[in-house]
């Protein structure tokens, strides 16, 4: 496929109970970020709580979000796993059901070596069906994929590139190092505050969660960054870092999560029931994202 490019937003997977799937919510959101303008659509990230899933619902997720996207844009999928074997399954799900590409973090639990993840990645993407994109995610997996260690695979054809989400500028400097060997890896970055400073540091775009709740907002904004349109882009990362608020309610890595999920049931989209052992946010909280997102829709009215 061609360079992937622009705002790619990690779905959340909306669920009713454990391991039910919010159906009804699921195609809202499909529409929903379609309607705004994305670039592509990854299922089972982090914010779509993979880890957290049963494998039966990880390919009831794939095959119903394969299935209504039905060629639209790429769909992406996350098939990160403790197990190797399991990794390879589910992107055998996805290739299967249509998706375009797989997205890889390293095993989690237990941190591997820098030459432990060359190997595993040497190892396992020659297995995998699908085209694969790296996802470094430090503050899950407790490794980080170092510039290096990129180095070394960069002769493997079938890794398209990376998303980061260490939140790290400098990170995403070095990783320019790579377009001298791969001139056709994308990079991408995971928090959104970032995305304008990092599309204007070479990063080709975003996979943002607050582009579940506002998609055409991280479509402009990345557009306007790759135009280097000043003054749209002053406007749109005011907006950006006003949705911000809704990551200060709560605590915990899961408020991230929890503030996307309670966002989107404000507007409607979907449920915001959440993979155990976390809770969905109470009254109080919610009034809380309420707020923020009214604030939000009046900023975006003014402008």
Same mark, same amino acid.
């Given at each position: 496929m061609n360079k992937v490019k622009g705002i790619i937003p990690p779905l959340v997977t909306p669920i009713l109970d454990r391991d039910a799937l919010d159906v009804d919510g699921l195609s809202r959101l499909l529409e929903h970020v379609l309607e705004g303008g994305v670039h592509g659509v990854f299922a089972l990230g982090t914010t779509g709580e993979a880890p957290s899933l049963s494998y039966r619902m990880r390919c009831e997720v794939i095959r119903r979000v394969c299935g209504q996207v039905a060629g639209r844009v790429p769909v992406f999928v996350g098939? *990160?796993?403790?197990?190797?074997?399991?990794? +390879?399954?589910?992107?055998?799900?996805?290739?299967?059901c249509g998706a375009d590409v797989v997205v890889l973090a390293m095993p989690f639990y237990y941190p591997a070596g820098q030459s432990e993840l060359v190997h595993y990645?040497?190892? +396992?993407? =020659? &297995?995998? =069906? $699908?085209?694969?994109?790296?996802? !470094?995610? =430090?503050?899950?997996?407790?490794?980080?994929?170092?510039? @290096?260690?990129l180095k070394q695979l960069a002769g493997l054809d079938r890794i398209l590139g990376i998303k980061d989400s260490s939140g790290d500028l400098n990170y995403l400097a070095d990783l320019q190092i790579l377009r001298s060997l791969r001139p056709d890896w994308s990079i991408h970055t995971g928090p959104e505050h970032l995305l304008i400073k990092s599309v204007l540091a070479g990063a080709d775009g975003g996979v943002n969660g607050g582009a579940n709740i506002?998609?055409?907002?991280?479509? @402009?904004?990345?557009?306007?960054?790759?135009?280097?349109? @000043?003054?749209?882009?002053?406007? $749109? &990362?005011?907006? +950006?870092?006003? $949705?911000?608020?809704?990551?200060?309610?709560?605590?915990?890595?899961s408020r991230f999560i929890k503030g996307t999920k309670c966002a989107l049931s404000v507007l409607g989209v979907c449920n915001d029931f959440?993979?155990? =052992?976390?809770?969905?946010?109470? *009254? !109080?909280e919610r009034k809380q994202i309420q707020r923020i997102i009214s604030e939000h829709q009046q900023l975006s009215a003014s402008h």
């Open positions: 098939v *990160t796993d403790t197990s190797f074997v399991e990794s +390879i399954d589910l992107a055998k799900v996805a290739a299967n990645i040497k190892s +396992i993407v =020659p &297995q995998l =069906p $699908l085209p694969v994109i790296l996802y !470094n995610m =430090p503050a899950m997996t407790k490794v980080t994929l170092e510039v @290096d260690t506002f998609p055409e907002l991280f479509v @402009d904004a990345y557009e306007a960054a790759v135009e280097g349109d @000043d003054g749209r882009m002053e406007a $749109l &990362q005011l907006r +950006i870092d006003q $949705l911000q608020g809704i990551y200060d309610v709560g605590q915990n890595v959440m993979a155990e =052992p976390f809770e969905r946010f109470r *009254t !109080n």
